[in-house]
């Protein structure tokens, strides 16, 4: 079983739709998690972190935590065409090691 | 500017040599990473190092090694025992007290010729 699963997508959403994507992972004891977003070609940069069960929200984002069901996912509101991207959910084990998903890709058709 | 600068961004590597990536942060960080990362793959962990003179290995260590002689780099050497070593490899730093958000470099891709 692999530390942290995704699904692969791709996941198309028309502009200006909410865009879901979810993420599970297997180490009951993680206590931070995270979402990245990567252009193909690029490295990842940071989008949200979330370390209470939960909602979290910073503008178009929201992260949500599920730590009983060791669930974690992220909503991007009104999406645009420049959200189109690979979206990665890392998780932080003990001794700072972080674990990534494969990512989700999402393609936002305008 | 704080940072994280991966030399160079592209790398050739000929069958049987050993090749460095260069990983260098002014970030002040204590901790740094290395992934690998395959097209249409998530990032798998190499090696990482808490403090200096110190690292441990990730799930796929076999066929890299590295070093933790300063606080700022963190190179990393693939030798000739990876036999597949096409791949995009990501350098990234944490501050493990403070701020445990990963820092990533640009990358460097490495091409087997």
């Known amino acids: 079983q692999k530390e942290v699963e995704q699904n692969s997508g791709p996941l198309s959403v028309p502009e200006g739709a909410i865009a879901s994507l979810n993420c599970t992972y297997s180490?009951?004891?993680?206590?931070?998690f995270f979402w990245y977003r990567q252009y193909s070609g690029k490295s990842p940069e940071l989008i949200m972190s979330?370390?209470?069960?939960g909602d979290k929200e910073d503008g178009r984002f929201t992260a949500q935590l599920n730590k009983a069901s060791q669930y974690v996912s992220l909503l991007i509101r009104d999406s645009q065409p420049s959200d189109s991207a690979t979206y990665l959910c890392a998780v932080k084990h003990n001794f700072n090691k972080f674990y990534f998903g494969s990512g989700t890709k999402l393609n936002v058709k305008p | 500017d704080g940072g994280i600068t991966q030399s160079p961004k592209y790398l050739f590597r000929k069958e049987g040599q050993n090749v460095t990536l260069s990983c260098e942060q002014n970030l002040n960080h204590d901790a740094m990473y290395w992934y690998r990362q395959d097209p249409g793959q998530g990032l798998r962990l190499i090696y990482y190092?808490?403090?200096?003179?110190?690292?441990q290995k990730g799930d796929i260590a076999e066929g890299y090694s590295v070093s933790r002689e300063k606080k700022e780099s963190f190179p990393l050497t693939v030798t000739s025992a990876q036999k597949n070593p096409t791949a995009f490899y990501l350098c990234a730093s944490s501050d493990s007290t403070t701020n445990e958000k990963l820092f990533f470099g640009s990358g460097t891709q490495l091409s087997v010729l």
């Open positions: 190092s808490q403090i200096v003179n110190d690292f």
């Open positions: 979330i370390y209470s069960n």
């Open positions: 180490d009951r004891v993680s206590q931070s």
